[in-house]
């Protein structure tokens, strides 16, 4: 490992237009997890100026059956589209919940996609697709999260809460962020950079009032981010000047597009696959949830300072084809120990799809809060995502011990 480094992470917020659709997406999962916990959801989402279109496949009772929409559920869905998007904060002309046109083109799942991960008397409930996820912890923050991305996520945050509390009447809902740390060894010792672009009422960009902005982002951003980290710091503050236009007006947002913003900031491998607007029959997510599970858990259990673990399905099967632990030099006993030991956890029940989604509950209409400001790391509500648990801890050393 370097022993000086910079290294940087982004962040977007929950109005950028890709992250819009990331929520739509979410809330259609939630929606139909409510009515059926086995539902079958595959939905992707556009965004642009006016104009909101849903795509994709779906299955659950009292939703879709026997190719046809349930009474009622179309405008429910419908409705639901329409208060992600007042939530979030969108009412201009280019982009308003009450008058954007939408578009549903849902429909009934693949039997082919259906037969492989359904269970059957002769096979257990197999993966929803082939593909290989990562999971990832590292003890930098108390979160257990990188602390570019982890910062990067609370400025927005920060500014987020402000906006919709009227304590920031002159956001509006589009922003980015972006921290770079200058790393020795494997702590971060100083912010070397600060981006924030962030969409604001007409007149922020010049004069008083773009001064007033860049304090307020310079205030947040030393609430956030320790000082000790800032004293040599470089602000960008809505470096292009104006930044009136934005969200799905500015630019066109579709699900998936934030892969890296979701996990881990680009500090950890990412298998490719996105998690919105997928049910958690699907490896993309459920796999990512319980490797990220299983990560933190090594880590918070002092078996690594870092954590990397892969694991890798083929569509209809259920059990894994590999799994792969990396401590990168910082474990306190041999990651093929650590291996083994994760596959010796007797209440784990494995690492099939059906497994996972039992042992984290992931049938639940959970989604939506996963999908701005990152999936890992995070208390929405105040309660964890399942998935950030830390309740392996006793387990992982009790197998080490017994090997």
């Known amino acids: 490992m370097r022993s000086d480094y910079l290294f940087t992470s982004e962040s977007v917020s929950e109005g950028h237009p890709d992250k819009v659709a990331d929520q739509i997406s979410d ?4 929606l139909f997890l409510a009515k059926d916990p086995e539902a079958r959801v595959a939905c992707e989402t556009l965004t642009t100026t006016q104009l909101v279109v849903l795509a994709g496949e779906i299955r659950g009772q009292g939703i879709y059956e026997n190719d046809a929409w349930a ?3 179309p ?3 419908e409705r639901v589209v329409r208060e992600t998007v007042r939530r979030i904060g969108y009412e201009q002309d280019g982009f308003h919940w009450q008058t954007f046109r939408f578009e549903n083109n849902l429909h009934g799942q693949s039997a082919h996609i259906a037969q492989g991960v359904d269970a059957a008397d002769n096979k257990d409930e197999g993966a929803g697709d082939q593909g290989i996820m990562f999971g990832y912890a590292t003890d930098e923050t108390p979160d257990l999260m990188p602390a570019t991305l982890y910062y990067s996520h609370k400025i927005l945050e920060r500014m987020a809460a402000d906006r919709h509390s009227g304590a920031a009447p002159f956001l509006e ?4 962020s972006q921290v770079t740390l200058r790393y020795e060894g494997s702590l971060p010792v100083a912010a070397t950079a600060v981006v924030v672009s962030t969409q ?5 960009d010049e004069g008083e009032k773009e001064t007033a902005l860049h304090d307020y982002v310079k205030r947040i951003v030393a609430e956030v981010i320790p000082p000790v980290l800032l004293r040599e710091t470089k602000y960008y503050i809505n470096p292009t000047g104006s930044f009136v236009i934005g969200g799905p007006d500015g630019d066109a947002g579709l699900t998936g597009r934030k892969i890296i913003v979701d996990t881990y900031g680009g500090a950890a491998p990412h298998g490719g696959g996105a998690f ?4 958690p029959t699907k490896v993309d997510r459920s796999a990512a949830y319980i490797t990220r599970y299983l990560a933190k858990n090594v880590v918070a259990a002092g078996l690594a300072t870092r954590c990397t673990i892969q694991i890798a399905y ?11 632990v990396d401590t990168h030099e910082t474990g306190t006993a041999g990651d093929d120990r650590i291996e083994q030991a994760i596959l010796d956890i007797p209440r784990l029940g494995g690492l099939t799809p059906r497994a996972i989604r039992t042992h984290l509950g992931l049938n639940k209409p959970i989604y939506q809060p996963t999908a701005a400001y990152g999936h890992f790391g995070r208390k929405p509500n105040g309660d964890f995502f399942p998935w950030e648990r830390l309740d392996l801890v006793d387990d992982l050393k009790a197998a080490l011990a017994a090997r």
Request: net charge negative; proline share 12%; no cysteine.
């Open 71 to 73: 009474p009622g559920v």
């Open 276 to 279: 919105s607007g997928k049910d």
């Open 27 to 30: 809330a259609i999962v939630d």
């Open 200 to 204: 604001h009422a007409p007149g922020y």
């Open 173 to 176: 809902p589009d922003a980015k």
């Open 75 to 77: 405008e429910e869905i």
């Open 314 to 324: 083929a569509i209809g099967v259920s059990e894994p084809l590999s799994l792969y």
